[in-house]
């Protein structure tokens, strides 16, 4: 299977796209006007230590003073007067820090309009299944992991990669890494390169500096492939290429020979149709080869998938079409929830079967379909109603959220009122206006449909009211008013 990663870069957005054979199957975008700077580290100095606060601000370089309480100050770093654990307590700011003091703290809260960023020196590095602990011996494990044989097996695995420079979380995504994917080590080797460094820099650095920057899209969607498959890494930002085949030389060199710097002549999400596949991911139908179809339906409390069989009359009989068309439907089912990033609660409606043993191919096929998906998910099978039930883990907003917004139109709804209902509502209007206030006649404003609607189709009920409430209305066409949006203006 080929498998590719596409990396376009322009000075306000970064998009990738994973595509596996030709196709694509997972969209990334990450705006720069929206990039925060939770999750750096700096190199800081105290600036002023405040008693009565319990609390100290923080230099870090930036234009606002950074916010240092005494609760996230934790026994093992440099800051802390008093060293063992069971001695430490956070009570007394003027014991933990002083004024001038150099210090390192990790950013947990961006800047606030007047105030600045919140710190602790209580630093993480997240990987891809991994956690790392500068200065912990402790191994922990995500409380979403709830197997207590598989806890006590990653506990087991992970407790070996323990030593000196810290200990570990086990994250969620970990569960069910076989230990012979190397996956879990290959992480565990890549935090200790990155702490080493940050230690590094601590040492070589003025104080007001930055160690370590949380990744960029592009850094992480790379550090996040560590130990997959992946053929080929192409980014179409020469800049962008340069930085990253430092970053992966230096942390990930199992993907530094597969880094290339696209040079092509079309755009580089022109390759595989991604820009128009990304398009066709936000609409709610979905075609499928046979002539069958999805509807995709995303909603506040969950995802709902309908099947049809559309123009699929297949070759056999009705029993056999149907099976057919659910069984190619698992495979577009399962691309969709990457594509989309759908998560949460996701209910399925196949195409009702009589045959048992077609429901649980169908089931088998979905669940091998999201065996490739890097999100955990959880089938249920067929309900009493014949809906399959599933979740899906949520990792980040879905594709339709990050590019799309609500219509100003239908609110929404994704309904708008049709013509004539909108010409009854206005109607309606005219009189309850008319009865509130004295007017000699009324202009209607709406839009260009809705008013040729009232003086064509709706001229005979416009002239009946007119009789009606003894004035006259005109109706006057105003492009800038949606389809539902009128004003009644009394002369």
Not at 143 to 163: F, M, N, P
Not at 319 to 347: K, P
Not at 403 to 417: N, Q, S
Request: hydrophobic share 40%; proline share 3%; net charge negative.
């Amino acid at each position: 299977m080929s498998v590719e990663l596409l990396v376009n870069v322009t000075p306000s957005e970064t998009r990738v796209a994973l595509v596996e054979n030709g196709l694509l199957q997972e969209v990334h975008v990450e705006r720069q006007a929206k990039r925060g700077i939770v999750g750096n580290i700096y190199k800081g100095k105290i600036s002023r230590v405040l008693p009565g606060m319990q609390a100290a601000f923080v230099d870090i370089g930036m234009d606002k003073a950074a916010f240092l309480h005494a609760s996230d100050i934790v026994p093992h770093t440099e800051c802390v007067a008093i060293k063992e654990k069971e001695q430490f307590q956070a009570g007394n700011i003027a014991e933990l820090v002083r004024q001038g003091q150099d210090i390192m703290v990790q950013v947990v809260k961006d800047p606030l309009g007047t105030k600045g960023a919140r710190l602790t020196t209580d630093i993480t590095l997240p990987s891809r299944y991994l956690v790392f602990m500068p200065g912990s011996a402790h191994v922990g494990v995500s409380q979403r992991i709830e197997s207590e044989a598989e806890r006590e097996r990653l506990k087991r695995t992970v407790a070996g990669y323990v030593d000196e420079l810290g200990g570990y979380i086990i994250r969620t995504a970990a569960e069910g890494v076989g230990e012979q994917e190397l996956e879990l080590e290959q992480d565990a080797a890549f935090l200790k390169r990155l702490w080493r460094k940050i230690l590094e820099r601590k040492q070589k650095y003025p104080p007001c500096k930055i160690l370590y920057e949380d990744p960029s899209l592009a850094f992480r969607v790379v550090r996040d492939f560590v130990g997959a498959e992946l053929d080929k890494i192409r980014v179409d930002s020469r800049q962008s290429f340069d930085q990253l085949k430092r970053f992966t030389e230096e942390y990930v060199p199992e993907l530094a020979n597969k880094l290339e710097y696209y040079t092509g002549e079309s755009p580089i999400f022109d390759l595989y149709d991604v820009e128009n596949e990304i398009q066709r991911a936000l609409e709610r139908k979905v075609e499928l080869k046979s002539g069958g179809y999805l509807i995709i339906d995303q909603t506040e409390a969950m995802t709902t998938v309908d099947i049809n069989t559309g123009a699929f009359v297949g070759h056999r009989n009705l029993e056999e079409t149907i099976f057919n068309t659910n069984v190619e439907a698992t495979a577009a089912i399962a691309r969709h929830l990457r594509l989309r990033n759908l998560g949460g609660i996701i209910i399925i409606d196949f195409i009702d079967m009589q045959s048992e043993d077609h429901r649980r191919r169908v089931l088998h096929s979905l669940e091998l379909a999201l065996a490739k998906d890097r999100a955990k998910t959880n089938v249920n099978g067929f309900s009493q109603l014949g809906l399959v039930e599933m979740t899906r883990k949520r990792t980040r907003e879905s594709l339709e959220h990050v590019l799309c917004a609500e219509c100003p139109e239908c609110k929404g709804r994704g309904r708008v009122k049709t013509v004539e209902s909108v010409c009854f509502e206005i109607l309606r209007e005219i009189i309850r206006v008319n009865r509130a206030y004295d007017a000699d006649q009324f202009t209607v404003y709406a839009a260009p449909s809705v008013a040729d609607y009232l003086r064509g189709e709706e001229s005979h009920s416009l002239a009946e009211l007119e009789v009606f409430i003894g004035k006259q209305v005109r109706v006057v066409s105003e492009p800038l008013c949606g389809q539902e949006q009128f004003d009644v203006v009394m002369m």
